[in-house]
């Protein structure tokens, strides 16, 4: 082994061992230059154009090697050894003043004595230093805004571009897709590319739903859309906002500027990348989810007790379904490999008595005869671990059949990322693929009769040079991929006559007319439930309807209580509740978020009867929340609305970026601080009544009592003869 990718693994937050740092350096800049070499390897040296540079053993980055392990947990930890890479060595540079080739040597045996074997050598590699220059492209739009422009040129070409928006005094910048750290992003550097970060995404400024659009808040307001789908990065500070836009073959950047308030700027927004179509009502209904109801009597004992505590629940998404390779047939079920890869029918399949799913059609008919919708998970990637069976059939398929993304080389990308590592990616870029792989699904929705689809993951491209069967490389179609992945089951649901229910966590512009989303994976702790409130009010604000998070967190150990009931009644008024837990490996204790589980562990006795009175509430909630939907598809008025939508000019709802309104009416301040007794809460102008006194109050600040029964929430007075009764 003796690698050297100047571009690296390309993670967007982390370097590897094999990389050239930084990738693109400026005139003058000194360039670390990283080889990955064998165990055997004892003296590298670098041919740096007329010169040579020894390299030295280098010392991984723990930040880094972090990074590229994904984070901590199950799924993290067997990754990490393997994309943190060992063997690195690397070299710092002269300063870089003009285009150099450079290629390595790597030596076994014994230095001391310099009885080395001969050399081992790279390919070149070509670096010429880059420059920012008032001229190399055009920038397209900006309506008199911009100012500033520059272009960072080389001798290979124009890379990026840089420009300046003007913010004035007391402007807020609200938007850049799903955001966890902040509702306000003026005064943070942030960036625009789809990436999972697995937990804390609030502590690291990343997400799994990010998109080059913001709105301005303040004097008349005004938004702008970067129309592209290549990383953009922003910093504002001072009276300026920073843009800076990766650049294709074509130097031109094109710049939307909407005027107006924050509804007409999001109206403007969607009117060109699309915007939402309503779904069914039982959307609204409570989802209730466990990554460990692996077999067809845990997720009827599951219902089966939401039956027996008269806890209503509207939907269940069934994660560990399938056979975990490729995530098409049920695990046990028997059936012939197709070995050209083509899609079963359902008639092919038969189920064991004694295996875990004996019978997955008559399960899902009696969860319909009670009332409850069927969700099944997915991944967007075809394991290939496994030599013979079926997966192995469909992942040759896939490559010969010409279904795959692809490297800059033409042979099949490999997941580099810490989840489902080295699986093919289906190119879901064009309708070809989208149908050979939902064809794949097809029994279960045309057959079976399942509802929707968890499309879970959809961040796994790496790499600027991928190949897409639509013409695009990986700089511009990585970040499309989680739109088309939510495209193509929701088309898939449409083609059987049903609604197209997706359940995503990535996605990128053009994502708001694709289904559900959820706010992805988070511990259980008050600080990831403040930022799960700010993610869906960023995301709203970005024209994502159908929002949610799994309540009170999905990792760790079992919520307390408290932090469990505080979320839960908050989650009544969101657009999508629904509890969910992390596989633990069928470890006792259970990390379930079941009420009846979170009861038993904590040992409250208040959790049962107060969850079954949110989840009470939120069936009588159900009508509301779908008539709003209505008129939040046809106005562009967020459903999960931060109050400047509606109160442009006052400054004080500023102080309070956790408080929203649910459609027109309501006005929604989730408890979020462990222990509190009272809350308080501003009212904007306008009349407003509490909904648990029935009784008016004045705009401005309120303080009220909170038990653990409620979270305060607000009437607009002329509808209250109408809501009154979901209340009482």
Known sequence: MFTHRPHGIEHPYATSPDQRIPVQP???????????????VTRVVCEWGAVELPLSPATANAA????????EGHLAEAQASALGGDGGWSVVTPPLTEPVKYRFHAYSGDVATSALDAAESTDWFEVAPAAWAAAGGELRGGDGRVRDVEWLVSATGVHRARFVLPLAEGEHLVGFGERYDALDQRGKQLDAVVFEQYKSQGVHGRTYLPMPFAHVVGGTGWGFHVRTSRRTWYSSEGNQLVIEVALGDDPMVDLGIYEG????????FLDEVG?????PEWVFRLWASGNEWNTQELVMARMDAHRDLSIPVGAIVIEAWSDEEGITIWRDALYEVTADGSAHAAGDFEYRADGAWPDPKAMIDELHARGIKVILWQIPLQKTEFSTGQVAADAEAMVRDGHAVLEADGTAYHNRGWWFPQALMPDLSTQRTRDWWTAKRRYLVDDLDVDGFKTDGGEHAWGHDLQYADGKRGDEGNNLFPVHYARAFGDLLRSAGKAPVTFSRAGFTGSQAHGIFWAGDEDSTWEAFRASVTAGLTAASCGIVYWGWDLAGFSG???DAELYLRAAAASVFMPIMQYHSEFNHHQLPLRDRTPWHVAETTGDERVIPLFRRYAELRERLVPYLAEQTALTITTDQPLMRPLFFDHLTDEEIWNHPHQ???GNDLLINPVLEPAATTWTTYL???DWIDVWTGEAV???LVTRDVPLELVPVYCKAARWPDLAAVFS
Request: glycine letters at 12%; proline letters at 10%; hydrophobic letters at 45%.
């Open 26 to 40: 400026l005139a003058g800049q000194r360039v670390q230059l990283g080889v990955v070499v064998s165990p055997d």
């Open 64 to 71: 880094d090697a972090a990074a590229l392990a994904g984070g």
């Open 261 to 268: 308030s924050a509804n007409d700027v999001l109206k403007q």
């Open 275 to 279: 915007r939402a179509e309503e779904l």
């Open 557 to 559: 150990p079992v919520p």
């Open 660 to 662: 929203y309104l649910l």
């Open 684 to 686: 904007p102008a306008g």
């Open 698 to 700: 004045p705009q401005g």
